[in-house]
């Protein structure tokens, strides 16, 4: 695998290096070994499947507070995805800033989502499913989230907005006040 650091501490876009024959093709996802390289000490204890039937599917932006703050590890395996990572860690030097990336099932990219971090993604095909492993179960008592069109971030979404649930409708935008989750 290559780990490719993002403009974000901690964030990496990593890349399978899958061998190809005549079959098809095998890869790896995930190594402890190579994890641990870039600083992952913690276990994946949640797999998550999400399949979204429509380009234009908006999810998010996300997070779980502390002390159920979490990793996440997401792939998508069908169709197409704009990702989206925002730090939103109080004491970091790039707090409120964000990255993208497509994970498409072709290119087999994943990101590696620290601690700190809201996570949305925008889908670009039908039918897309993404896998996420996650570091802590899902706490609903400590998840947040903020808008996916707040203006203080200005995400460049690349479609029309096409589906978006009633409670990521509901999440605020940001504003001066917001000081961000602490990461022990």
Same mark, same amino acid.
């Given at each position: 695998?290559?780990?490719?650091a993002t403009n974000l501490e901690g964030a990496f876009v990593i890349e399978p290096e899958p061998s190809r024959d005549r079959r098809g093709l095998f890869?790896?996802?995930?190594?402890?070994?190579?994890?641990?390289?870039?600083?992952?000490?913690?276990?994946?204890?949640?797999?998550?499947?999400?399949?979204?039937?429509?380009?234009? +599917?908006?999810?998010?932006?996300?997070?779980?507070?502390?002390?159920?703050?979490?990793?996440?590890?997401?792939?998508?395996?069908?169709?197409?995805?704009?990702?989206?990572?925002?730090?939103?860690?109080?004491?970091?030097? +790039?707090?409120?800033?964000?990255?993208?990336?497509?994970?498409?099932?072709?290119?087999?990219?994943?990101?590696?989502?620290?601690?700190?971090? $809201?996570?949305?993604?925008? +889908?670009?095909?039908?039918? +897309?499913?993404?896998?996420?492993?996650?570091?802590?179960?899902? $706490?609903?008592?400590?998840?947040?989230?903020?808008?996916?069109?707040?203006?203080?971030?200005?995400?460049?979404?690349?479609?029309?907005? $096409?589906?978006?649930?009633?409670?990521?409708q509901g999440y605020p935008h940001l504003d001066s006040g917001f000081s961000g989750v602490r990461v022990f």
């Amino acid at each position: 695998m290559i780990f490719h650091a993002t403009n974000l501490e901690g964030a990496f876009v990593i890349e399978p290096e899958p061998s190809r024959d005549r079959r098809g093709l095998f890869a790896r996802t995930f190594c402890r070994r190579e994890f641990a390289a870039i600083g992952h000490d913690k276990e994946f204890v949640q797999f998550n499947h999400s399949l979204n039937r429509k380009p234009g +599917t908006v999810r998010g932006l996300h997070y779980q507070n502390p002390p159920h703050a979490e990793i996440k590890l997401i792939r998508c395996v069908r169709g197409a995805v704009f990702d989206v990572i925002v730090d939103i860690r109080r004491d970091s030097r +790039t707090f409120l800033q964000y990255t993208s990336v497509e994970l498409t099932e072709r290119n087999m990219k994943m990101i590696y989502v620290p601690e700190g971090f $809201a996570h949305g993604f925008q +889908t670009l095909a039908p039918a +897309t499913e993404l896998i996420y492993h996650h570091t802590a179960y899902y $706490a609903p008592g400590s998840e947040g989230g903020i808008r996916y069109d707040d203006p203080l971030l200005g995400i460049p979404w690349p479609l029309p907005v $096409a589906e978006l649930s009633e409670k990521d409708q509901g999440y605020p935008h940001l504003d001066s006040g917001f000081s961000g989750v602490r990461v022990f």
